[in-house]
């Protein structure tokens, strides 16, 4: 081979080398990402694990495929013309007969690009539960987490205290804080409002006889937990008239008494099942003059016929009279009951709605019942509209604070 032979040979030689790395038999970056080294490509496949060798063309426009080069010296020759404009030096040979090897233009280092896909944080919505659809289930932990927001959810939170805090279940007096209708002392931190702001107030006029739709009284309810029971206030703005004459033994509602209804699963049901849905009706008095307790000789308690079974743990004691002091001073205070039940043998479970009502029935002048008022059952002006000692799913709903 002639000297000029040589220096083409050269010049072309580490293309020619190149071309055959790129293109021999198996490719062993084989999951390399894409990448391009002297016009060779090769491509990810869509999943990202295989490379498909692409069909690339050298600068003298020889197409390499994906099979294996053999060029004859003729073939080298012709390509020696396409790449004279590569970059070289002077090919000479020294006196040592040693050959300057050519200065060939390496690419620059491909750095592998990988593509990761932005990562976008979730958007977490939490779901409204809609209190009113009837359902045969369980309130669920999910529908509990459902309560944390309190937009347009009229459902009554009930904070935790501690058992040192717990309200003494024992009728004692108690009062507002000063210059408003907000509970004082131990039942401070009671719930008092639900979700949407509104006071428990106890103020649908159910039925009742002519004139006792007394707009003026404030009766309305508090409630607060300690992990193990559940303790419930009632507030009755009765003016001082308290009538215990009736003593029927099936009919305790004819006298002022409170009636407590419990739905511990929140199953909403339009009947009772016998389990967990409670009917209960406590009286103001035991007898004439003596206030009613669950620690005396006679406490006046009654469930339904239709109610389960009563928790064998529970505490209640009234106080007439014992109550904050009304808005106007002729009507003196108020009557108080207080309530403690516990939690498993109501099926309730901390953060998991449960249904809850409470009503008061008044006697004002002895004999039979004059008028009802509810927390949630709708108004209405005949006894007929008096609709939850029947079916339990017209209640509103409460859940626990954790």
Request: aromatic share 6%; hydrophobic share 35%; with cysteine.
């Amino acid at each position: 081979m002639d000297r000029i032979n040589v220096c083409q040979y050269l010049k072309i030689a580490p293309l020619v080398l190149a071309m055959s790395a790129c293109t021999s038999g198996t490719d062993s970056a084989s999951t390399a990402p894409e990448s391009s080294v002297n016009g060779v490509s090769d491509t990810l496949s869509t999943d990202g694990t295989t490379v498909i060798p692409g069909t690339n063309t050298t600068p003298g426009g020889l197409s390499t495929g994906n099979a294996s080069s053999s060029l004859s010296m003729d073939e080298i020759s012709a390509l020696s013309a396409s790449v004279g404009g590569m970059g070289t030096t002077d090919q000479t040979v020294n006196d040592q007969s040693t050959i300057n090897q050519p200065n060939v233009v390496q690419p620059n280092e491909v750095t592998p690009t990988v593509n990761t896909p932005a990562i976008t944080a979730p958007i977490i919505t939490t779901p409204v539960i809609d209190t009113t659809t009837t359902n045969n289930g369980a309130g669920t932990s999910s529908e509990a987490d459902a309560l944390a927001s309190t937009d347009n959810n009229p459902i009554v939170r009930i904070p935790r205290t501690d058992r040192d805090n717990a309200p003494t279940i024992d009728g004692a007096p108690l009062d507002y804080i000063a210059g408003t209708e907000l509970l004082d002392g131990e039942w401070r931190f009671a719930a008092q409002f639900n979700g949407v702001n509104e006071p428990l107030e106890i103020g649908q006029y159910m039925f009742g006889e002519p004139g006792t739709n007394d707009v003026s009284a404030n009766h309305h309810w508090a409630a607060v937990h300690d992990g193990i029971y559940l303790y419930v206030l009632v507030v009755s703005d009765d003016a001082g008239k308290h009538f215990q004459d009736t003593n029927e033994l099936r009919k305790p509602w004819k006298d002022d008494s409170v009636e407590l209804f419990i739905d511990g699963n929140n199953s909403r049901l339009d009947t009772y099942d016998g389990v967990d849905d409670f009917h209960m009706t406590i009286n103001l008095l035991s007898s004439i003059g003596v206030s009613n307790a669950s620690y005396i000789a006679d406490p006046k308690i009654r469930q339904s016929d239709t109610s389960a079974t009563l928790p064998a743990d529970l505490a209640f004691a009234a106080g007439p009279g014992n109550g904050p002091a009304a808005a106007s001073a002729e009507r003196g205070r108020k009557d108080i009951y207080e309530i403690r039940i516990k939690l498993s043998e109501l099926n309730i479970e901390v953060n998991a709605p449960f249904g809850i009502e409470v009503q008061i029935n008044d006697d004002d002048n002895g004999g039979s019942r004059d008028a009802k008022w509810a927390w949630y059952h709708p108004a209405g002006n005949t006894s007929d509209n008096d609709f939850t000692w029947q079916n339990p799913s017209v209640m509103g709903t409460a859940i626990l604070l954790q």
